[in-house]
């Protein structure tokens, strides 16, 4: 057992919240641990599993937990807040069972990173000895506006109309979160996020997929309170520092993307003349607004390649899809494939985190469209911090209007201030390669990690 042992620096358990732009970045980071000797099982829920597709990463076990719902996950679930005290109930029992299953194999684990959604994963690590860290999936900036409202420094429902919160730039109460500046929306999701920290203080790390100069304020500020290593952007690394063999992809996906198609029809497409439209794995526009976009994105004239889960597909106009030949439609596609595409010209993105990180790191202006959650707050920072896009502003419906789109994609493809926009986020691609290539500020972050966890772990054994 013992010479097993010795072949690797720790054992760790990830355990990414199940859903796509939460295992990616986890995965991501996985593969960085592999890389400096570390051994890692992925402990996915067994509903999820089952239904994604491309499993294509090596050196990385898989181990799955429930979430007490096998067949069906979340979808099958009575509500999203029964969903998740079942989740956190089950996934600590059957978590502390494969934990006691693993420690008595050749590899036993030392320390379970757990995605910052679900706290309950570091009291079964420390109930069992093991050290903890949790992983922030989201902005750091989300997670201390969090923080502020766990702590009851920021007063809910909002009372002012601007906030300024230390390490943070100035944000108008409509910058905040949904789940704050519309307090009361999608309760279960508040008390997930603002939970996160319920017991933060017992981790051993606190790990943010970001990267130093996104948001050195507030970074500055969390390194005082939290053991916090931002090492980010967790991105295969082909399209940063290329030091990790054959990693092109996440390595795993909820849907199966159209690669073939997307990538033919870019390819004969001018250079920098398309816009790419995708609001993540979630979808949910509703049909007003699945209606405006769609003749927005024809008005403007430009090529367009627009990802719409099946699921929402029935909401497009009729007459749209008869007549929209300078558009290719698909219901999921190899994103990162297609942000690094010579043709592409702007993303038109719901700013999910990954994918706002996915347009920095590779150079590609944005037209931020948020519709919930902390894509507000993203939307915000794509604006006016790192000014690397625009904002497709809704009407007092909240519906972002056919003009609105209109104008925001003939401003960036056509406009001065396009070309200042994509200088910016060409500037944030450098930086992004640079934090993650070999002595750089995440790179050393990552080294840092695997040391202090050899060196807690040889004290503990
Ligand atoms: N994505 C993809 N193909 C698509 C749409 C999205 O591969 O057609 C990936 C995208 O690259 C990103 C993730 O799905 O890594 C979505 O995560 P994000 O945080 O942006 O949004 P969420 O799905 O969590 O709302």
Avoid at 31 to 57: C, I, P
Avoid at 121 to 135: C, I, Y
Avoid at 377 to 382: C, D, G
């Amino acid at each position: 057992m013992e010479k097993e042992r010795k072949n690797y620096v720790a054992h760790c358990l990830v355990l990414p919240y199940p859903a796509q732009g939460h295992i990616n970045p986890m995965l991501q980071f996985s593969k960085r641990l592999v890389q400096r000797g570390v051994k890692v099982t992925l402990v996915t829920v067994v509903s999820n599993w089952k239904t994604m597709s491309n499993k294509n990463f090596t050196s990385i076990e898989v181990e799955s937990i429930s979430d007490g719902y096998d067949d069906g996950g979340l979808a099958a679930a009575e509500s999203l807040e029964a969903y998740i005290d079942t989740f956190w109930r089950v996934g600590s029992q059957t978590l502390a069972e494969l934990v006691q299953k693993l420690a008595g194999s050749s590899h036993p684990p030392d320390c379970v990173i757990y995605d910052a959604f679900m706290p309950w994963p570091l009291d079964v690590a420390k109930k069992f000895g093991l050290l903890a860290a949790t992983f922030f999936t989201q902005t750091c900036t989300t997670n201390h506006i969090y923080f502020h409202v766990y702590k009851k420094l920021l007063e809910l429902p909002l009372t002012q109309t601007e906030y300024l919160l230390p390490g943070l730039p100035k944000l108008e109460a409509g910058d905040l979160p949904s789940f704050l500046n519309k307090y009361g929306s999608y309760p279960g999701y508040f008390h997930v996020v603002v939970n996160q920290f319920s017991n933060i203080d017992k981790a051993d790390w606190v790990l943010a997929n970001t990267f130093y100069e996104l948001e050195q304020g507030v970074v500055d500020w969390l390194v005082k309170i939290w053991p916090l290593k931002p090492i980010g952007p967790c991105l295969p690394s082909i399209y940063l520092d290329k030091r990790l063999q054959d990693d092109k992809e996440y390595g795993v996906s909820m849907y199966n993307p159209n690669t073939e198609a997307c990538i033919k029809w870019l390819d004969d497409k001018p250079k920098g003349s398309v816009v790419y439209v995708s609001f993540g794995s979630m979808g949910g526009l509703n049909e007003e607004q699945t209606e405006e976009l769609a003749w927005g994105l024809r008005d403007s004239g430009s090529y367009f390649l627009w990802v719409i889960r099946d699921c929402d597909k029935g909401q497009l106009p009729k007459e749209f899809v008869d007549t929209s030949e300078k558009g290719l439609i698909v219901s999921w596609c190899p994103q990162l494939q297609v942000l690094t595409h010579e043709a592409l010209g702007c993303f038109l993105t719901h700013c999910g985190w990954n994918s706002s990180l996915e347009a920095l790191s590779m150079g590609v202006p944005v037209i931020a469209m948020p519709q919930w959650t902390d894509q507000i707050t993203n939307a915000k920072l794509i604006k006016d911090v790192w000014k690397i896009g625009v904002k497709a502003v809704a009407d007092e419906k909240e519906i972002v209007r056919r003009e609105t789109i209109t104008h925001c994609i003939k401003e960036i493809l056509e406009t001065e201030k396009g070309n200042e926009l994509k200088k910016n986020a060409t500037k944030w691609k450098n930086l992004a390669k640079n934090y993650v290539d070999e002595g750089g500020n995440s790179d050393k972050n990552i080294a840092e990690f695997v040391e202090e966890l050899a060196q807690r772990c040889a004290a503990l054994n």
